[in-house]
């Protein structure tokens, strides 16, 4: 698979861009970060791909850098979130914005970006809180949460519950669970979905 596409910027439209390489035109969803980072059109620009395949449909989605890739790679792994909703959050919160908000646990910023309502929010910072940071190279660096269950506390919370209330029901429902046959072979992610389904269940009663 190819890593990057490097030619003549051919069109610059709202979320779409198109490269010519060797007479080979391409078109390519992007961010609109990467449209307005990328050369105007006429000269020569190098832009990260991603190809995304499945039965009955191919997209080919680009970025002005391996940074911006890496985090549209990193809000697949939440639930709910496609390709084209990663690329509408991308466009309309930059980069170190969303590793901040994620990272200070500030559900209110994510709320306001088109496209993220507050159970989306919930999500992310389920899925990624404490997991990016920007190092200032072109790299997202990954860090263990403070607690195996952090993510998860702070998620909970967000939805407007107790924090001490979500702390004791993930608490009791990691302890039941950890208990369980198979449950040490669990992915992280897993776990912490697990755990995060049954506290919501809990709490909402």
């Not at 499945?54 to 970025?63: H, I, K, Q, V």
């Not at 993220?116 to 790299?139: F, H, I």
Request: charged share 25%; hydrophobic share 40%.
């Amino acid at each position: 698979m190819f890593n990057s596409l490097t030619g003549t910027i051919t069109g610059k439209f709202p979320n779409t861009v198109f490269i010519d390489t060797h007479g080979i035109e391409w078109s390519l969803t992007v961010p609109g970060t990467t449209v307005d980072a990328l050369p105007p059109v006429g000269q020569t620009g190098r832009i990260y791909t991603y190809m995304v395949h499945t039965e009955d449909f191919m997209a080919l989605y680009g970025f002005a850098s391996n940074q911006e890739r890496q985090l549209f790679l990193d809000l697949l792994k939440v639930e709910g979130i496609g390709p084209k909703g990663a690329v509408k959050i991308l466009t309309n919160i930059a980069g170190t914005q969303l590793v901040a908000a994620l990272d200070k646990g500030d559900v209110a910023v994510l709320e306001k970006v088109p496209g993220v309502g507050k159970k989306t929010a919930a999500k992310m910072m389920l899925a990624l809180k404490g997991k990016l940071t920007l190092d200032g190279s072109e790299t997202v660096v990954r860090r263990a949460a403070s607690g195996p269950y952090d993510a998860v506390v702070t998620s909970l919370a967000s939805m407007g519950y107790d924090r001490r209330d979500c702390e004791q029901a993930v608490a009791d429902i990691s302890a039941v669970l950890a208990k369980e046959d198979g449950w040490d072979n669990k992915k992280t992610t897993e776990k912490e979905d697990a755990v995060f389904r049954r506290a919501l269940v809990e709490l909402a009663q």
